[in-house]
Each structure stands twice: as C-alpha cells, then as structure tokens.
C-alpha cells in the first residue's frame, strides 16, 4: 500500500509541489520512499509517449523527436481535441532559464505548419498503419477538424522548476496570454528497484 503526500513550497507563485510516497506495510508502518534523479531524459519521454494521460487525457500524440526546419527537435508533439498541436519539452533534471526560450523557438517553427504536414509527420508516429484521421476519432470520439493548428501551446514538464523559469511562464501567460505552462514530475525509487514517477 503507498500513500501520496502534495505539499506546497514556498515559492513566490506556489507552482512546484513537493511530492512524497510512503510505503504502508503489514505492521502499519510508515516508510518514505527516496525521491531520486532519472537516469534518462528518453524513459521520461518513453512513458509519456506510451500514456500521454500522465499530462492530459486531451492530447493525442502524433510525432517524437520532430525534426524541425533549424536543425532541433521537439521532443513530442501532440494534438489536442480541437486540432491545435501542443509542444512538449522534458527535461529529466531542473530548467534550465533558456528552456522558456527553445520552446518559444519550437513554437515560431509549428505556427507556420499546414494540415499536409502535420499529417506528415503523425503518419511517421502512428501504429497499424492508421490514418491520422482515424487514430484522431478512436482517441476524441469525433471528427478531426477540417482545420488544424489554429492555435498552438507548449508544456515545459521538469523534475524542478527554477524560479526564473516560473516567473518567465507566469509572465508569458498572464501578460500576453501565450499558450505555455509547466509541469513538474518526480521519481521515487524503492529500495527493491521499483519505480515510481508522479
């Protein structure tokens, strides 16, 4: 049995949690399992490929490690239900400030992709030789709209998010209405080598 714990840092926005798991065993003892560092950025990515509900049950992935036209890549991109892409960009440790800055640079990069394209790059991701348009109506339960890429989004997800990095976002978001945000994950792991990520 484990038990989860979500406690506020003290921050200036409050946005990070602090989240701790304990083991529950027979004699109703208490034992904390160690939060640690991920070994690899690319199992973080693996995860979140295989189950994007870790993020949101509103997105459907459609490309991994997408080339973009200067030579980067974006570590996944997702569509959501109303057909606009979400760029996602995992780091396994703390953000680094200029994080703000790549996904910002990732998102000049989407803005201008067309209906052609993104099909494009989902037909590389997608499984069973599927249509996108398919995959899209098994995942939402209707129709992909005729119109893709309206607007776009990004989430910076992290084990720690700096406070410049917090500040940026919030900046972003409140002042200009940009589409970012963050979400911090963490890793436990137990003594017996099980693993847990929240």
């Known amino acids: 049995i484990f038990l989860l714990?979500?406690?506020s840092l003290p921050n200036l926005f409050t946005m990070p949690q602090d989240i701790k798991i304990w083991?529950?065993?027979?004699?109703?003892?208490?034992?904390?399992?160690?939060?640690?560092?991920?070994?690899?950025?690319?199992?973080?990515?693996?995860?979140?490929?295989?189950?994007?509900?870790?993020?949101?049950?509103?997105?459907?992935v459609i490309g991994r490690q997408v080339p973009t036209d200067f030579n980067k890549y974006i570590d996944l991109l997702c569509?959501?239900?109303?057909?606009?892409l979400v760029i996602v960009e995992l780091k396994k440790d703390k953000?680094?400030?200029?994080?703000?800055?790549?996904?910002?640079?990732?998102?000049?990069?989407?803005n201008d992709?067309?209906?052609e394209t993104i099909k494009?790059?989902?037909?590389?991701?997608?499984?069973?030789?599927?249509?996108?348009?398919?995959?899209?109506k098994e995942k939402f339960g209707d129709e992909m709209p005729d119109v893709?890429?309206?607007?776009?989004?990004?989430?910076i997800v992290a084990s720690t998010i700096d406070s410049s990095t917090e500040r940026i976002v919030q900046y972003l978001s409140e002042k200009y209405g940009v589409g970012i945000n963050v979400i911090q994950f963490q890793y436990h792991k137990h003594q017996d080598g099980t693993e847990y990520v929240s």
Do not use: C
């Not at 569509?79 to 606009?84: A, E, P, S, V």
């Not at 953000?95 to 989407?110: E, G």
């Open 120 to 136: 494009d790059i989902a037909s590389e991701t997608l499984k069973n030789g599927k249509t996108l348009e398919e995959v899209f």
């Open 5 to 7: 714990s979500l406690r």
């Open 23 to 60: 083991e529950i065993n027979g004699q109703n003892d208490l034992r904390e399992i160690p939060k640690t560092t991920l070994d690899l950025e690319e199992r973080l990515e693996d995860w979140i490929e295989q189950d994007i509900s870790i993020l949101s049950e509103d997105y459907l």
């Open 79 to 84: 569509l959501d239900r109303n057909g606009d």
């Open 113 to 115: 992709l067309s209906h």
């Open 95 to 110: 953000t680094p400030r200029d994080v703000v800055a790549q996904a910002l640079d990732y998102a000049s990069w989407v």
């Open 148 to 155: 893709l890429n309206t607007n776009h989004s990004m989430i």
